[in-house]
């Protein structure tokens, strides 16, 4: 998912479904039009079974708790977490919506592990969520940056 660190109103946008890889123009009017893309193709499965396999390593050589929300940076010392960040279907969209100039300020894993719960009506009544997530946020906020807007985020996920 490509977003904006600014104020981007959240919609429900269905993902791109194509038989084929959706084009760059079709991607680039999406994000013009609602501020964000998702649903784009990127891994393989076999892309896709080697990345399952590596978090599976990470997550026995740091744990379960560990590895759920502070895995960060670690393209730095994992080649196959920075083969993910450079992915032609990664990078390519990212450079033909937003232009050439792009970085990557950190990588993180956010993993929502399923938990065990009361039922959806007694979760709401205690106030509490049914299932882990991460709110609707802006990221800006928490990474020093002040009076930017031009900054964008990539927010790839795995199932």
Known sequence: ????????????????????DPSLAEMAETYRKHGFLTGVP??????LERATEGFSTLEREFGL???QYSLHNVHLKYRWVMSLTTHPKVLEPIKGILGPNVILLDSRFICKYP???KSHEAACESQKPVLPYVAWHQDIRYWGFEGVQWLRCGWPWMT
Do not use: F, N
Request: aromatic share 4%.
């Open 65 to 67: 708790e560990y590895a």
């Open 115 to 117: 938990i065990k719960q």
């Open 1 to 20: 998912m490509v977003g904006s660190g600014g104020g981007v109103t959240c919609a429900a946008v269905p993902p791109i479904q194509h038989d084929d």
């Open 42 to 47: 990127v891994l393989d499965p076999e892309e």
